[in-house]
C-alpha cells in the first residue's frame, strides 16, 4: 500500500497538468492507496478556493474517488458522514470536526454560522459557549 498526497489527488481529478495526471492515474491503478484524512481535508480546500469548484462537484468527485475498491481511509463512516453534512450545507472542515466528535456529548464553537448549519442538519448539539 502506497500514501498519497493532496497534489496527487488535485491532479487527478482537475487533470490541469496532463503529465502529472498520467502519473496520478498511473499510482491509482497500480497500487492500494491510502489517504489521510487530512489530505481529504485539504483536497476540498483547495478544489474550492484555487479551482472554485462549487459544493456538489466536490462532493461528488470525493465520493467517486473514496469509493474506489483500492482507496482506504481511516473512519471511512466518518468521512462519508462529513461528505453528506457537507452537501447539506456545512462548511467540510466543520463537518470533519463533528463527524470525528460524536462520540462527545456535545460540541462548542464560536463560529455563528457552523452553529446555524449545525442545526439545520439537526446536529443540535453544537453550542456556543456562555
Not at 56 to 82: K, M, S, Y
Not at 113 to 119: L, P
Request: charged share 25%; with cysteine; glycine share 2%.
Amino acid at each position: 500500500m502506497i500514501a498519497i498526497d493532496t497534489n496527487i489527488i488535485v491532479r487527478l481529478l482537475t487533470q490541469d497538468d496532463l503529465s502529472q495526471y498520467k502519473k496520478a492515474y498511473n499510482l491509482l491503478n497500480k497500487y492500494e492507496v491510502f489517504i489521510t484524512e487530512t489530505v481529504i481535508l485539504e483536497t476540498e480546500w483547495v478544489l474550492r478556493f484555487a479551482y472554485d469548484y462549487k459544493v456538489d462537484q466536490i462532493t461528488n468527485a470525493l465520493i467517486q474517488l473514496l469509493g474506489l475498491p483500492n482507496v482506504h481511509i481511516n473512519h471511512p463512516e466518518r468521512v462519508a458522514q462529513a461528505i453528506d453534512w457537507h452537501s447539506k450545507g456545512l462548511d467540510f472542515a466543520d463537518a470533519l470536526h463533528l463527524a470525528n466528535s460524536q462520540h462527545c456529548k456535545d460540541f462548542f464553537t464560536f463560529d455563528k454560522k457552523m452553529i446555524n448549519a449545525a442545526k439545520r442538519i439537526d446536529k443540535s448539539n453544537v453550542h456556543e459557549p456562555v
